[in-house]
């Protein structure tokens, strides 16, 4: 009940290649972004379930709502070689490829 969907991708993508930022620069801001929608959405009382590519960014997230009454639920989907492929192709991502 209550509950928003934040997807990671299309904040990303608000970031198009023609700006003049690293790969590291749009997924920093994308975090960042991410951590603002949440804490705006968790202070209205709503769910939040964001759906993006977590790395090493969790430990840090956590720790941005940690000044929040909030329970927080980490789940892992994997997709097959080919799908992350495409994914990383289509995020600009390409020195993950390998």
């Not at 749009?26 to 379930?49: D, I």
């Not at 993006?52 to 909030?70: A, G, M, P, T």
Request: glycine residues 4%; proline residues 1%.
């Amino acid at each position: 009940e209550r509950c928003v969907l934040i997807e990671g991708d299309l904040l990303l993508h608000m970031l198009h290649h023609e700006l003049p930022l690293s790969w590291d620069e749009r997924l920093s801001l994308t975090w960042k972004n991410l951590l603002a929608l949440t804490r705006n959405m968790l202070r209205q009382g709503l769910n939040v379930v964001i759906d993006f590519v977590v790395e090493d960014e969790l430990e840090w997230f956590c720790e941005q709502l940690s000044d929040l009454d909030v329970s927080i639920k980490y789940a892992v989907l994997h997709a097959d070689k080919e799908k992350i492929a495409e994914r990383l192709t289509t995020r600009g991502d390409i020195d993950s490829l390998e």
